[in-house]
């Protein structure tokens, strides 16, 4: 303490030479210790400047909310930038927030799918629960036991239905023992400690009839699950079409897979794939660029030809894939085109060609039919109409249709999980009817489906997913 206050005497010495206002005083400050307290007036200031009001604490508020500021404007990308933000980074950032939101909206699509997944998966189990619980309702009708040839014929439980001839030789000559009236064959020797006798008949299996025609044509009785065979990959394989030549022709074989990706306004591209497996697998052997684009999802494949709407017209393209060029063309009479007469899923449906097992057919309206569908049998070679049957399904109210054996289906619903083939009419009595065979649209927006008569199955495109289906038809 001696030697501060030294110090602090010298320098109030050294400061106060010449000024008579230096003062010193001495107390002891509220703990009870001795305190000294200097008061030197300023040589040269009157009053002493202002300070901060706070101090340093809102110095620090200050401070910590600038940086606040730089990043708001950071993440806003507004007009206050801190320092050493430029355009540059702005721009960054919100690309770099766009691509956020994108994956955020991309997986909540893919959680919904697997929530719709999840769901058809509990279906089908309440589905085979209660399967289980009618097989397990139904009764168990017991088995005939062994006959021991010490049970009498009227005790064993056996009885002769029809000719009692039938096992007439082994009442004639059955050897009695005794009065125990059992039956008994000579021609098996026995000892006299045989436990039994086993009965053995000959039995000729009789098939049950069947609805199913496996090599004719009949009614379509059911359709099986959907199996999927490959995803498009980008937003042009939305909608499409994928088909096989059910006669195919050199150079190309009945194996070879065609698609086309139909979202764009100039569809033009045709990919060939060697075998199902490398439509799988995403590697085409051949990409052919069509002469002339393409109109939605009605292209099929017959007899070596692509066929196909000419876009924004009623104009149909036979293009020979052999030689690469159009080999045939012709407007389809009357027929509605480019959004006057689609399926119920829009998409310039307007014509929808497909093959069957009699040969090449078209599915369109026009203003005569008012809407509703008219169906024709085309000649392939000219595409010449051959015969044509106006139905009473108006075709804006239909998802898509198809014809087997000469009849033709609809489809109820293109986004329906669980929807029906509601409709078919028959080109053979020219009348149709109401139906109702269960029809899955398994990813929800079926945007084409076709039946391809050499294999017996429907291709279809679902919402991306190149999809089939197994088909069942009944007698002729």
């Not at 200097?38 to 400047?49: G, H, I, K």
């Not at 053979?428 to 990813?443: C, D, W």
Request: charged residues 20%.
């Amino acid at each position: 303490m001696w030697l501060l206050l030294n110090v602090c005497v010298f320098c109030l010495l050294q400061y106060g030479e010449g000024q008579d206002r230096a003062t010193l005083w001495r107390g002891n400050d509220r703990s009870g210790h001795c305190q000294y307290t200097f008061t030197v007036p300023s040589p040269s200031e009157t009053s002493c400047p202002p300070t901060a009001s706070g101090g340093p604490e809102i110095e620090g508020l200050k401070t910590r909310l600038s940086l606040l500021e730089v990043l708001v404007a950071r993440l806003t990308g507004g007009e206050t930038r801190g320092p050493g933000l430029g355009a540059g980074s702005q721009a960054g950032l919100q690309e770099a927030l766009t691509q956020a939101m994108g994956d955020r909206s991309l997986l909540q699509g893919e959680k919904e799918d697997l929530e719709r997944d999840v769901e058809g998966l509990q279906r089908r189990v309440e589905e085979m629960r209660r399967e289980t619980e009618r097989l397990k309702s139904r009764p168990c009708y017991p088995q005939s036991p062994l006959v021991p040839p010490s049970v009498p014929l009227q005790d064993s439980g056996l009885r002769l239905a029809g000719d009692a001839g039938v096992l007439s030789h082994l009442v004639s000559n059955a050897g009695r023992q005794g009065d125990t009236g059992s039956l008994r064959d000579p021609a098996w020797r026995y000892g006299d400690n045989a436990g039994f006798q086993e009965l053995k008949a000959e039995v000729t299996e009789i098939p049950a009839p069947s609805t199913e025609d496996s090599t004719g044509c009949g009614e379509l009785i059911s359709i099986g699950e959907p199996v999927s065979h490959r995803k498009a990959d980008s937003i042009a394989g939305k909608y499409g079409v994928w088909m096989q030549d059910p006669e195919a022709v050199a150079p190309y074989g009945g194996k070879m897979v065609w698609r086309i990706d139909t979202v764009g306004s100039e569809v033009r591209q045709l990919f060939g794939y060697e075998d199902m497996d490398q439509l799988s697998k995403g590697y085409p052997s051949k990409v052919l660029l069509l002469p002339e684009p393409v109109e939605s999802t009605g292209a099929t494949l017959y007899r070596g030809s692509l066929y196909y709407q000419r876009r924004r017209s009623r104009t149909l393209l036979r293009y020979d894939l052999a030689s690469e060029s159009i080999a045939a063309r012709r407007d389809l009479p009357h027929a509605g085109f480019h959004g006057q007469f689609p399926y119920s899923w829009g998409g310039y449906t307007d014509v929808d060609l497909g093959v069957d097992e009699q040969g090449l057919w078209a599915v369109y309206s026009t203003n005569k039919a008012k809407g509703a569908i008219v169906v024709s049998q085309l000649d392939p070679h000219s595409l010449a109409v051959k015969r044509s049957w106006e139905t009473s399904i108006r075709k804006n109210s239909v998802a898509n249709a198809f014809v087997i054996c000469g009849r033709l289906y609809t489809v109820a619903s293109y986004t329906a999980p669980n929807t029906t083939i509601n409709f078919m009419f028959d080109t053979a009595t020219g009348q149709g009817k109401q139906v109702a065979l269960p029809f899955r649209n398994k990813y929800r927006y079926n945007s084409m489906v076709d039946y391809n008569p050499a294999q017996r199955k429907l291709h279809a495109w679902d919402n991306f997913h190149m999809v089939s289906y197994d088909i069942r038809l009944g007698h002729q």
